[in-house]
């Protein structure tokens, strides 16, 4: 397959040198993937002008650093770089899971959706640490293995996503549902000198709520969860607004 690999880890992140890796002993890859760290960025865009436009520098055989955030690198990708087009947009893989409300916050998850939105299959890859080590290869092994599969469960509008441990042999591999996650990160305020209110994150422990089918209990159990998202807004529809007497 013709594969476009990108991230918000940046281009030099071990996770996205591994899948690529991995994958590039298979198929034909190519990297578009953020000059710098751009984690949590969500669908930011950037609005590029001929004056301050966004830029491309090649790191490699079909491989790019470039100044923009996840989803301009797939843009990038799709609309300028690659002819003929990619087969699969797969972004990652990521240090940190992205499961359940994780996907509002997430740049690897934009820049698969971003593919997704164009009618090409897209693949989110996320992995947890419990070791802190970082071994990529097991999920990297698993994505190529099941590449036929996994591109097979994409639709135009629909991506997935897909989280698991570092940790292998995996349990098996679970479809699932998206979790709640509730967050303990502290905002701190302080006085700069310069007479500004400044302020920063101190990130604290995360729960999750969900179902015996939710992907955060499926990675805690050693299993690859994988969730089709719809990148499409739900249907419109009236929802009883006809009843309610606006002021106008």
Known sequence: MRI???????????????????LGR??????????????????????????????????GEHSFACTGLPVDCTINGIRGIMEPLPDVV???????????????FSGTAAAARQASLYGIPAIAVSADSPS???NYEPL????????????SLCEPWLFLNINALDVAPYRGCKCTSLSRRFYSDILNIYDGEDGRVLSHF?????????????????????????????????AAGSGGFENLQFHL
């Open 202 to 234: 101190t990130s604290g422990t995360i729960e999750s709520e969900g179902d015996e089918y939710a992907d955060a209990r499926a990675v805690e159990e050693g299993y690859v969860s994988v969730s089709r998202i719809y990148a499409q807004p739900a």
């Open 132 to 134: 802190g080590r970082w």
């Open 26 to 59: 298979d198929h034909d890859v190519w990297i578009i993937a953020p000059d710098r760290n751009r984690s949590a960025v969500s669908h930011s865009i950037t609005f590029a002008t001929p004056e301050s436009p966004v830029r491309l520098k090649p790191v």
């Open 4 to 22: 476009l690999i990108t991230n918000d880890d940046g281009y030099e992140a071990k996770g996205i040198r591994i899948l690529a890796e991995v």
């Open 90 to 104: 797969i972004s990652g893989i990521n240090e940190g899971v992205n499961i359940g409300t994780d996907l509002l």
């Open 140 to 151: 990297a092994v698993f994505v190529r293995d099941n590449l036929d599969i996994l591109v």
